[in-house]
């Protein structure tokens, strides 16, 4: 009973299997803390004297809501798309995981799941588990997912598709599915083959380009297969119903098939594969934090590593496998948005600069180039290219280290896209014409990019200018690009005298034991009410590398009410009163720090013949976790020595 929350007294009789029946004597709540880090909070629960064990009952969890999956010696309660509690069965009961000694091999299980989770583009737990079960994921014999936000964002839905349709068909190319994808001006062609379930994803500036893909596409895989297009299945938008598309169908045999207007469901293959390619890249380029510029990029890995899970119509086969009849390698999977390392070529460096770059990794390269290590796609700020002497993380630990996190140097908030300024040599998303992917049904899907898929998008060369020469280099140039140079130049000079004027940071060697934050310029144009552009660079911390307890402890800062403002104003206007408005420039670096804080010195702006020190941050900075309550506590302490006093209805107001 001293378990037991708002417990009521009430008497009553629980019938036991054996006939026998014990007393009721009360009711209550029960808060279970889970191995999961929940606290589940089980309602009514009946408090009987004589009963041995605590005992949860598995239809009332079910009439309130709760999802129970039992299977492999485990047990699992979810609730929409929450996991609320796990455990293993013990002899012949199904105990709760609570917190105990036994967490740390839990947590360990726990977390390479969620690894190869992301390294297989947050593929679904089923579809691990099979691919667990056969082998094909190294080092990983029990999957246990835990609540993935991610998942949440990228493929929340409302109900459920029908698990219905007619099987696969028995040949390879007698049946391809086809659909466009259309996102604001942004497209995307996916042709599926009905036998094997293998998708290819081609990106489109329009929707006209269909027909001259689809050309490419049939050119490669009948070459590689001889076989040849039998059937093309389609809803009937414009793009499939050309003139020049269904003459080029009926000259060689293809016979078109249309789904009834405003019937998508009648395409359902490609349908559904659309929206598995969708939610799967948004949750990957949600869970890297990247911007929704590499939404392409995070659509081909989608549908490599679909195409390298089970999919259900196949009877949870392997597309991949299916499709070439050689089994499919996961040992080079790194997860989307990782940080890798790119060997510089000899010739391309001098004997005492560093042998790599330090890059982001967006994806594989082409089937014809996969080997046991894989290629990577490499996003090296504005350059995207393709690379073999890359390293991903070496190991687990190491690889869970290296997520971006936004790291990407020119991204800023994705609100303020517009007012950001882009590196001039990244290409428009709708121009990766000629990438592909490849994709499978449901459960694991998997993606692979075949040699039909084309080339992989060149991003064009970025032009220097004389005029940089006495510029910083490295991510500072390739952000700022050519045009107005001098002006951001201007405003980043503007940005550093503030700095050094409010003398945030001092030079010292880094401690042992400590490490030092990182840091990144933001750019932003702003529009003046003269109708005049004012370029402003802003310095800001990577303040999701800081961690509790070490380099913050609270960050709450209170938010003036609007019940306060409205009063204020109304006084004014009552009395007649003359009110002054005023706005604090920088007012984050006015705030002092109380931790001691390590930061990177800028990048441009090095200190000369102190290249090896680091920044103590003495003032707080745009980015650091507790930037907002250093401000407020500075402020609060000017106001009561200038002696006003706080209210106590509203702390942002003296």
Known sequence: MEVMQNFRHYTGKVKLADNNTLDITG????????TLGTNWILKDVKFIPDLKRMLISVGQLDDEGHQIEFGDGQWKVTKGSMVIARGRKRGTLYMVEVTNSEVNAVEEDQKTSTLWHQRLGQMSEKG???????????????VTIDFCEPCVMGKQKKVSFLKSGNPPTSGKLELIHSDVYVGGA????????????????????????????????????????????????????????????????????????????ENPQQNGVAERM??????????????????????ADAVNTAAYLINRGPSVPLGFKIPEEVWTGRPATLKHL??????????????????????????TFIGYGGDEMVTASGIMKINALSKVALYKDTLAGGSNSEEEQMKT?????????????????????????????????????????????DGADGAEPVAPALRRSTRLANLQSGTVLQSLGVNNSIQWKKAMEEEMNSLEKNKTWFLVKLPNGKKALQNKWVFRVKDEIDSSKRYKARLVVKGFQQKQGVDYNEIFSPVVNMTTIRLVLGIVASEDLHLEQMDVKTAFLHGDLDEDIYMMQLEGFPAVGKENLVCKLKKSLYGLKQAPRQWYL?????????????????????
């Open 27 to 34: 009711v209550g709540d029960v808060s279970v803390k889970t």
């Open 128 to 142: 691990m588990k099979m691919l667990a079960s056969k082998g094909s994921i190294p080092d990983l014999k029990k």
């Open 186 to 261: 942004r497209y995307y062609v996916t042709f599926i083959d009905d036998c094997t379930r293998k998708v290819w994803v081609y990106f489109l500036k329009q929707k006209s380009e269909v027909f001259s893909e689809f050309k490419k596409w049939r050119a490669t895989v009948e070459n590689k297969t001889n076989l040849k297009i039998k059937c093309f299945r389609s809803d009937n938008g414009g793009e499939y119903s050309s003139n020049e598309f269904v003459d080029y169908c009926a000259e060689n045999g293809i016979r078109m098939m249309k789904t009834v207007p």
């Open 274 to 295: 659309n929206r598995t390619l969708c939610e799967r890249a948004k949750s990957m380029r949600l869970n890297a934090g990247l911007p929704k510029m590499f939404w």
């Open 334 to 359: 790194r997860f989307f948005g990782c940080v890798s390392y790119v060997k510089i070529k000899d010739s391309k460096r001098d004997k005492l600069e560093s042998k790599a770059r330090k890059c």
């Open 405 to 449: 996190n936004g790291q990407v140097e020119y991204e800023a908030k994705e609100e303020e896209e517009e007012d950001v300024l882009k590196p001039v040599s990244s290409p428009e998303l709708g121009e990766s014409s000629g990438s592909s992917a490849s994709s499978s049904d449901d459960v694991g899907e998997g993606r692979s990019e």
């Open 634 to 654: 500075r402020l609060d302490s000017f106001m009561r020595k200038s002696g006003y006093n706080r209210c106590e209805m509203d702390h942002c107001c003296y």
